[in-house]
């Protein structure tokens, strides 16, 4: 089975500064997708970046990129130039490539990013 | 506007009295799935259904049960319900890993469900 591990479980970080959310997994599976979601106050589930694992190049959206290390099987996600907008929970999660629907969530981080 | 729904959006029950949570999503995806949401624990997976009329258990189906009658309905049913069911509950769906291996479908997630069992 796989499982997702977020080691922290809170951060903070000043506006406009960059943060770093950690993750870590565990899978045999050779192929698969990794994926950060966001969780505002609104408790509305955001995607915010899709990594699949066959790619090594590190997949980007705007102020948000992530540092995948397949072999390490760690997948970060840095958010530079941090806006009060991005206070929220975040959580890594883990889906099988082939024949997988289901996601598997990490705890999740808060992040708080202050003014 | 593509979207699923949930209902109630909010709910306090006490222990033992059957409820429903609906979810109903327009994009005519086979996948549908319930979550739920606990402190410390993410979301994990109660129960999903890959088309009509075919479900089965997720990691932490214990207490629920649910029906696919209709492509569009998923609804999640507590029969007897139990303040350890307290939790936030989400609806997801999307197109169905069986249209390709190699490709992954986006799931889209209801707004959740806010439930308290007394």
């Known amino acids: 089975a796989q499982t997702v591990t977020q080691s922290q479980p809170e951060m903070s970080v000043q506006e406009a500064e960059t943060v770093t959310l950690s993750c870590t997994y565990d899978?045999?599976?050779?192929?698969?997708?990794l994926f950060w979601y966001k969780q505002p106050p609104s408790r509305q589930m955001i995607l915010v970046i899709r990594?699949?694992?066959?790619?090594?190049q590190n997949a980007t959206e705007n102020r948000f990129s992530v540092n995948f290390q397949k072999a390490a099987k760690s997948f970060s996600l840095k958010i530079s130039d941090s806006q009060l907008g991005d206070t929220a929970m975040y959580f890594c999660?883990?889906?099988?490539?082939?024949?997988?629907?289901?996601?598997?969530f990490g705890a999740g981080t808060i992040l708080r990013v202050k003014s | 506007e593509a979207q699923v729904t949930q209902n109630p959006r909010y709910l306090i029950t006490v222990t033992g009295k059957k409820l429903t949570v609906t979810c109903s999503q327009n994009?005519?995806?086979?996948?549908m799935s319930w979550y739920r949401q606990d402190p410390g624990l993410g979301l994990r997976q109660i129960y999903y259904?890959?088309?009509?009329?075919?479900?089965d258990k997720g990691d932490v189906p214990e207490g629920y049960k649910v029906s696919r009658k209709e492509k569009r309905n998923f609804p999640l049913i507590l029969e007897s319900p139990s303040p350890n069911q307290t939790s936030l509950y989400f609806c997801?769906?999307?197109?169905?890993?069986?249209?390709?291996?190699?490709?992954?479908?986006?799931?889209?997630f209801g707004p959740g469900t806010r439930l308290t069992v007394t």
């Open positions: 997801a769906s999307s197109l169905s890993w069986d249209r390709g291996p190699q490709t992954h479908y986006e799931q889209y």
């Open positions: 990594q699949e694992a066959y790619k090594q």
């Open positions: 999660a883990f889906m099988k490539g082939a024949y997988g629907n289901k996601l598997v």
């Open positions: 994009m005519n995806h086979e996948y």
């Open positions: 899978t045999s599976e050779n192929n698969y997708y």
């Open positions: 259904s890959m088309n009509v009329e075919v479900t």
